[in-house]
């Protein structure tokens, strides 16, 4: 069964130690209580990956764009951007051919103090079949971006790794170190 080989003897000797020593009871609930710590603390590192990037990132490719700063609203301590507070405007976008629309600007690259001014934005787009997706943000360095992209694509590994483990943890609550392990392909020599 896939992922057998990562359970080595030693890990199945420890569990079947565990399970003996705690009792099913106590063995469940501390397999539970790993999967809720393992998620509090893959959704931490996510967010604070996207805190990283939030706070220190910028578009680099795209053009010049002009933007009018309209209403914002603070969004937080938690949200898509990662922890603290965040400003979120809305902008009136002109393009350097003179086309004219509004859009909505995250991360704080504009402020309430904006409002009203005319502010320089680099403006990335990416065409998605019939849709425009277009995002705004200050200038960025090039290897800034990069070295940004990587912590974000690390604190989604964190998530996607960590998931698979409350999983784990919880599959081996539901079934019990002894059912656990010979579902994972081991053969426990006790009964359950």
């Known amino acids: 069964m896939f992922g057998a080989d990562l359970m080595g003897p030693d890990i199945y000797s420890r569990e079947m130690r565990l399970w003996q020593s705690l009792g099913p009871g106590r063995y469940r609930l501390r397999s539970a209580c790993l999967a809720v710590l393992l998620a509090l603390a893959s959704v931490v590192v996510f967010l604070g990956s996207m805190t990283i990037a939030s706070l220190f990132g910028g578009v680099h490719y795209g053009h010049p764009a002009r933007v009018v700063v309209g209403d914002c609203q603070q969004v937080g301590p938690i949200s898509r951007r990662g922890f603290g507070y965040w400003w979120?405007?809305?902008?009136?976008?002109?393009?350097?051919?003179?086309?004219?629309?509004?859009?909505?600007?995250?991360?704080?690259?504009?402020?309430?103090?904006?409002?009203?001014?005319?502010?320089?934005?680099?403006?990335?787009?990416?065409?998605?079949?019939?849709?425009?997706?277009?995002?705004?943000?200050?200038?960025?360095?090039?290897?800034?971006?990069?070295?940004?992209?990587?912590?974000?694509k690390l604190g989604w590994v964190a998530l996607v790794f960590g998931g698979l483990g409350v999983v784990m943890f919880l599959t081996g609550a539901l079934l019990g170190a002894p059912r656990y392990l010979r579902f994972r392909g081991r053969r426990p020599s006790t009964a359950d």
């Open 88 to 152: 979120e405007c809305d902008a009136v976008v002109t393009a350097p051919d003179g086309m004219v629309w509004t859009a909505r600007i995250h991360a704080s690259d504009v402020v309430p103090e904006d409002r009203g001014r005319s502010v320089e934005l680099r403006e990335s787009c990416h065409v998605k079949g019939d849709v425009t997706d277009c995002s705004y943000g200050r200038p960025t360095g090039y290897l800034l971006i990069v070295g940004l992209q990587l912590i974000v």
